[in-house]
Structures are given as C-alpha cells and as structure tokens.
C-alpha cells in the first residue's frame, strides 16, 4: 500500500528534498488537513511531500520526531468499517463492524441508492435503519477514543457521498468536517479491515513523495542503500 503515483523516501532523501529547495529557493507550505508539505516555485507546485504521522514539521527546524503522537484511523466502505487507535505509530486498539448495508442485484450501498430513486420497500426500510446504526456504532467508539486518549490527529478513509451519514447523524464523532486535526487519508483500500489498519503501522511512519511533470527533472535524489520498502500490498 502507497499513496498512488508516489515514491516511498527515507529519512535522508527527505532531507536531501529540504536541501534542494533551500538552494534553489523554492517556497515550502504546510498543509495540515493533509500532513504534507508542499514545495512551489514561480511557476507551480513542483513536489507534495507527505509527512510520517510520527513527525512534526517545525519550518526554523524541520522535521522534528513527535514525542508523544496518539491519533485515531477510520476506515468506511458500504457495510465494512475499521476504527483503530494508534500510540507512536503502533495500533494498540481496534474494533471492525459490519452491516447489511448493499442491495444485492444493483450492487450499490441503501445511501445512494435512496438518493437515486427514492424506494421505500421493507428491504430498503431495513438496509436505510442499519445504515444508521452503522454508523451511528462507529462514531461512539470514536468518542471512546476521544474521551480515553490525547488525540491528535483523525484519519479518515471515506468515500465524501458516505459524510453526511458520519457527521450528520444522531451521534456525531468527536471532531467536523472542518477540524484542523481532520487528515483524508489518500492511501487506497478495498474494505475497512484490521489487516487495513495494521498495513497503515508502516505507511503512516514513512515520508511519500508526490512530483509534478515540471518538478521530476529538478528532483534527483541519491538512493539510499538498501532501502527497506514494500510498495505492495
């Protein structure tokens, strides 16, 4: 698992990144609702570095290891969900949930198929009441989390038609839409699953580097030696 069309960087490449940007000029922005830097020069955006969640960024410093970093991962797909609370970039607790969420013959979620054609049939009634619910359980458990631990950031894996069900509900999560400590997750996954979260302990701690078509030519890093990455999944 990798954020698409992006390479995997140590810490020394990262670094080598900061380097060149400072010799060249470029301008660097944070990006928190993304936890990424992003590096501009006159004419664009040339690189989108995404930083560990292990890490801070300190602009009179630079990354700066986080000494005390807690923060809560959601994963949401139609009838499939994953909650995981991570301390120092290891999952300590989780919890999976599952509903009877998808019409079998159209292959969508009851959500959207409601918002299509409206139908009101028992099986509908029923597939809509345990879509509530669903995610009605996840966000108490959020708030579990909310209530138990420091949190810093919230990553959340959820497809945007699937929002107002998360924070429009009866029982909304401990954070908005809006919250600065709010991350979308750009990692790709098939279902919410504690294989999902685990897979996240590695890909959370590691630096993701995203170029433009103007910035491949000017970004060459060094390879590191022996560099311990898997880009499957």
């Not at 570095?49 to 960024?57: C, K, R």
Request: proline share 6%.
């Amino acid at each position: 698992m990798k954020i698409p069309q992006t390479q995997v960087l140590s810490d020394d490449q990262a670094l080598q990144l900061l380097k060149i940007a400072e010799l060249k000029g470029w301008q660097i922005h944070y990006v928190p609702d993304k936890h990424q830097l992003l590096f501009e020069n006159e004419s664009g955006w040339l690189a989108k570095l995404y930083l560990p969640w292990t890490q801070v960024w300190l602009p009179d410093i630079g990354f700066s290891l986080a000494e005390d970093v807690h923060y809560c991962i959601t994963l949401v797909r139609a009838g499939q969900a994953a909650v995981g609370y991570f301390h120092q970039g290891i999952l300590l607790d989780h919890k999976v949930f599952r509903a009877y969420l998808v019409r079998q013959k159209q292959g969508m979620s009851q959500f959207k198929y409601l918002k299509t054609k409206g139908k009101s049939r028992a099986g509908s009634r029923i597939r809509l009441e345990e879509t509530l619910v669903f995610f009605k359980e996840i966000n108490e458990r959020l708030q579990v989390y909310a209530k138990q631990y420091p949190l810093n950031f919230w990553g959340l894996g959820c497809a945007k038609t699937m929002w107002p069900l998360l924070f429009d509900g009866e029982m909304k999560p401990p954070f908005t839409s809006k919250s600065d400590e709010l991350i979308e997750l750009p990692y790709p996954f098939a279902k919410g699953s504690y294989e999902e979260l685990q897979a996240l302990e590695l890909r959370l701690q590691q630096f993701h580097l995203l170029l433009s078509p103007a910035g491949e030519p000017l970004i060459q890093l060094e390879q590191a030696p022996n560099p311990e990455v898997d880009d499957t999944w």
